[in-house]
């Protein structure tokens, strides 16, 4: 064999070993990037959802009877003709609450809240070992909160009146294995809404829309419709680029409450209140390479 | 013994009243203590003690007092609802609170409209059973009259004819509990025999004969046929004809008291004023207040950055890598739920160890020595 036959193994060598540096160069700092499941429901094998705390009943009174299913109180909702007051949460997390006064009627007060609590995120499966487990990854949460009014014109010398405001706040934790410090992180966010109509003794019409958002204090106060309708929406954010390794956490807690509702006597007189912690389509997620995994409770 | 009757009964009136317990200004006290927490004790008490003393006149009579004490606490809480508003901007702005003087001045409106309204509520005298009955047939012919103005300016079918009708006798027919009320007056006393005619005159002139309102496709259905009525001006027609020019009147009329209604109104007033200006003041602080916190965050917590996950030497292939979860749920369509990795950073250890070995390979022929030249 010549020297020359003997060199010809060094071109398909020398192109193995390019080959490698440049898998090398593109592939090995993503080792440790496990990704997260892309359901909550355990299927990975590094980490696992923590277990959730929510609750799952409603109740209330309709015309002064009790009720105790959510559907006795969506049905209360179109046929009450006093008063009513009901609430309803979910292990998703959703706390809703409805008051409505008719006919002279009125209901509400600050004792009257409801709040729950939901604990969800991820944590190291058992055997797994954390050093193979630590995800590039992003908490994000949103949460919207909701809150509505319907009201109607009274008549002359009288006030309908309806006030609500709803809280929501959210505390993450998470470890973070690339810098080894932990993340403790709450955001909160908080509406109101009040909307009064009074008609004085010259017929004069008076609204008042008086809503507040504690994030944004400079908010225009919704519209009233003709219906006598006034909703806000809003979303609670928080997004948090993170690495964590054994345990991500998200503890939700909502409250709702009916200040005030109030009517003038007349069956065509209402005064409702409608407030949402935790909407539909709200979600807490992490998102890792793009790939986007909702806790759907 | 017309002496006698008279010292009798003076008797039997100071031995019923003793037994009355003192409740007038207990029920007061409770609702005004609810309402008006932030004011000083020796300003409720006082107050409290000024309207009971005004419930408790001799000359008021008992059923209007019982009606009075009833309706007391809901009379101070529906007047202090102006105070909500500013009740919730403080509970979402607690450090954007104006000084105390200002919410003091808004009770202290809230309570000068209870007092004239609880001034004008001793005067009434209780009706009877048929002077209810005679305001009623009054209620009745205004409305009427209601109709047949409304009846004028509609263009539509007897079926929309029949579902303005409805509407306009729902507004009456609130008031038919109402007459006699003497928190919220209602032809409390019969009214001047030309207030019909003044009334209707006014409204011809408001609303004149000549502008016609069409009301086509009502539906039967109460939601639908309300927001078509709305889109039609038709609501407000009926708002500004049966409230505005019928009913309004009437109520302004049936008021005992003409000073004490023009202070009630003043102070609505006033109380507007209150409540707008409040209101903005909190929120012109809260906004300052947030501009200054966002400020000083971002001074003391600047964005956080994302630094790379530490790669340890002894780190293995993670036991949750796409690759390595067999049971990856799929989408719907068959598609993995997660995107597929590129190919090369799944295959590149087995790339990695072959092209070790053929490094191997060669360094060892390059090291075997050459045969020499024959």
């Known amino acids: 064999m010549s020297a020359t036959s003997r060199n010809t193994w060094l071109v398909p060598a020398g192109s193995f070993v390019i080959a490698v540096l440049l898998s090398l160069l593109s592939g090995p700092g993503r080792l440790a990037a496990a990704r997260l499941p892309a359901d909550p429901t355990g299927s990975d094998p590094c980490h696992a959802p923590t277990k959730k705390d929510g609750e799952n009943d409603a109740g209330g009174t309709v015309d002064g009877a009790k009720i105790t299913t959510e559907a006795q109180g969506r049905a209360g909702e179109f046929g009450y003709a006093s008063d009513i007051e009901w609430f309803l949460r979910k292990p998703s997390g959703d706390v809703r609450f409805f008051g409505g006064a008719k006919n002279g009627a009125k209901g509400g007060g600050d004792h009257h809240h409801k709040s729950n609590t939901t604990m969800r995120g991820w944590e190291l499966v058992k055997g797994a070992k954390a050093s193979q487990c630590c995800h590039p990854a992003t908490l994000d949460t949103q949460i919207n909160l909701s809150v509505q009014a319907h009201v109607s014109v009274p008549g002359p010398g009288g006030t309908n009146t309806s006030s609500m405001w709803v809280s929501v706040s959210m505390d993450e934790f998470a470890d973070n294995c690339a810098e080894d410090r932990p993340l403790k992180k709450t955001i909160t966010r908080t509406l109101s809404l009040t909307v009064t109509r009074t008609v004085d003794a010259n017929g004069k019409l008076t609204d008042t829309v008086k809503a507040t958002d504690s994030e944004n204090p400079g908010m225009p106060n919704p519209p009233l419709d003709s219906a006598g309708y006034a909703t806000l929406d809003v979303t609670l954010k928080g997004f948090e680029p993170w690495f964590f390794q054994k345990k991500t956490q998200m503890d939700y807690r909502g409250i709702a409450t009916i200040v005030k509702v109030q009517a003038e006597k007349g069956n065509n007189q209402v005064a409702e209140a409608l407030t949402y912690a935790f909407k539909p389509s709200s979600k807490y997620s992490v998102a890792d390479d793009g790939t986007l995994n909702e806790c759907k409770n | ?374």
């Not at chain 2, 008031?175 to 005619?197: E, M």
């Not at chain 2, 039609?232 to 027609?237: C, Y």
């Open chain 2, 1 to 374: 013994m017309q002496k006698l009757s008279a010292l009798i009964g003076t008797w039997a009136a100071i031995l019923l009243s003793a037994q009355t317990p003192p409740e007038t200004e207990t029920v007061i006290r409770a609702a005004v203590d609810e309402h008006f927490a932030i004011m000083p004790e020796s300003w409720r008490q006082e107050y409290s003690h000024r309207l009971a003393a005004r419930v408790d006149d001799p000359r008021v009579a008992a059923a209007t007092r019982a009606r009075i004490l009833k309706e007391c606490e809901g009379l101070i809480d529906t007047k202090a609802i102006p105070l909500l508003t500013v009740k919730t901007s403080l509970r979402a702005f607690p450090a954007a609170a104006p000084p105390e003087e200002t919410i003091l001045e808004g009770i202290r409106l809230c309570s000068t409209e209870v007092e004239a309204i609880l001034k004008n509520a001793v005067l009434y005298a209780p009706l009877s059973e048929e002077e209810k009955a005679a305001r009623r047939a009054d209620l009745k012919t205004f409305e009427r009259e209601a109709l047949r103005i409304l009846d004028e300016r509609i263009v539509g079918d007897d079926r929309a004819r029949g579902i303005i009708a409805a509407r306009v006798a729902e507004r009456f027919r609130d008031y038919d509990d109402a007459i006699g009320d003497p928190i919220r007056p209602f032809l409390n006393s019969p009214l001047p025999p030309a207030a019909l005619r003044e009334m209707i005159d006014d409204v011809e002139k408001a609303f004149p004969k000549e502008k016609k309102y069409s009301v086509t496709d009502l539906k039967g259905e109460r939601d639908a046929d309300s927001q078509k009525l709305r889109e039609l001006g038709v609501e407000d027609l009926i708002f500004g004809v049966v409230v505005q020019k019928i009913l309004a009147p009437i109520y302004r009329a049936s008021w005992a008291d003409p000073a004490a209604l023009k202070e009630v109104l003043a102070t609505q007033e006033r109380l507007r004023e209150w409540q707008v200006t409040t209101s903005e003041a909190i929120r012109s602080r809260a906004i300052e207040q947030k501009i200054e916190a966002d400020k000083l965050r971002a001074l003391l917590d600047p964005p956080s950055r994302v630094p790379r996950p530490i790669t340890r030497a002894n780190d293995g292939p993670s036991p949750g890598s796409p690759a390595a979860r067999k049971d990856a749920p799929k989408a719907p369509d068959g598609a993995s739920s997660t995107p597929a990795p590129p190919a090369s950073r799944s295959r590149w250890p087995i790339i990695a160890a072959v092209a070790a070995f053929l490094v191997v390979l060669l360094l060892r022929l390059l090291r075997r020595p050459s045969a020499p030249p024959t």
